[in-house]
Structures are given as structure tokens and as C-alpha cells.
């Protein structure tokens, strides 16, 4: 049985991965165009992301609310294990993070100074964005099929006793 306390912890949290989702999948999506730029704009470009460490308190906020959920559904075997994929790909998402793109930043104070490996440094960046949008995604689609698995044994078992 679902409780309304289920229902806001998923209202939350799937408002917080979409939030997570957008800016990360942007990068994705920007790679290709990016990725050949020489020094010059590519340091301009990277200028845009002046200001996106606020997106911190999304992703802290995505963690905390997809745990709930994994938490207050342990009793909910399917839609429990869909919501602890999406907590491991968000998680996943955030040791990439740490391990590449923010080693990346501090090397180049915030792409703002230039040192002589940045274009390895910029490779790390770009593709650490990228492997995080993609576990992004997959969290916000086992997030998805979590909800859409919801009760399903609960519904069939009271079928199942209507039919009997």
C-alpha cells in the first residue's frame, strides 16, 4: 500500500533529478561542439559556467530525496531496487564528479588560468560531464520505473483474490 508520505518523497525527488538532469545533459549535449575548440574559446565558453556550483544543493537535494524513497519503499521489493539504481547512478554520478571534472576546475582555477595540459585537463572535464549525464539519465529512468512498478504486486495479489 502507498502512502502519501511515498508519494511526496517520489514528487521530490524526481523534481530534484530533473534538476540535476537538465544542466548535466546540456554538457552532454554541448560536447561535440566544444570539444575541438581551441585555447582561446574554449576558455571563453567555459565562462558560461560561472556560477553553477549553486547547483550543489540540487544535487544534495537529489540524494537525500532518492534515499527516502529507497528507504520508506523497503518493504516494496521492485520499486525499492529501481529506486536504489537510481541512487547508485546518482551517486556514480558524483564520484566522477570529484575524481575528474572538480580536479579539472581546480587545475585550471575554474578554467580561468591556462596550464600547459589543459587540453588533457578539458578531455577529463568534458568527458566526466558526459559519463555523468548519462547516469543522471538512467537514474531518472529507473527513478520512472520505480513509480511505474508501484504497487504492481499489490494490485495483482487483489485481482488475483477478486478472481478467486
Request: hydrophobic share 55%; charged share 15%.
Amino acid at each position: 500500500m502507498t502512502t502519501t508520505r511515498q508519494k511526496w518523497a517520489y514528487f521530490l525527488a524526481l523534481i530534484s533529478i530533473s534538476l540535476v538532469l537538465g544542466p548535466s545533459f546540456a554538457h552532454l549535449l554541448e560536447l561535440p561542439n566544444k570539444i575541438g575548440l581551441n585555447e582561446e574559446r574554449y576558455f571563453i565558453v567555459q565562462g558560461i559556467y560561472r556560477g553553477w556550483a549553486l547547483l550543489a544543493v540540487v544535487v544534495v537535494a537529489s540524494l537525500v530525496t532518492t534515499l527516502t524513497v529507497a528507504v520508506l519503499l523497503r518493504k516494496q521489493r521492485v520499486p525499492m531496487l529501481w529506486a536504489v539504481l537510481a541512487l547508485v547512478c546518482i551517486v556514480g554520478a558524483q564520484i566522477l564528479f570529484w575524481i575528474y571534472t572538480f580536479p579539472a576546475n581546480q587545475a585550471t582555477n575554474n578554467w580561468t588560468e591556462v596550464p600547459p595540459n589543459w587540453e588533457m585537463l578539458r578531455s577529463q572535464w568534458e568527458y566526466s560531464h558526459a559519463a555523468a549525464a548519462l547516469l543522471n539519465l538512467t537514474a531518472m529512468v529507473a527513478l520512472i520505473l520505480s513509480v511505474l512498478s508501484w504497487g504492481v504486486g499489490n494490485r495483482e495479489a487483489n485481482r488475483d483474490a477478486d478472481e478467486g
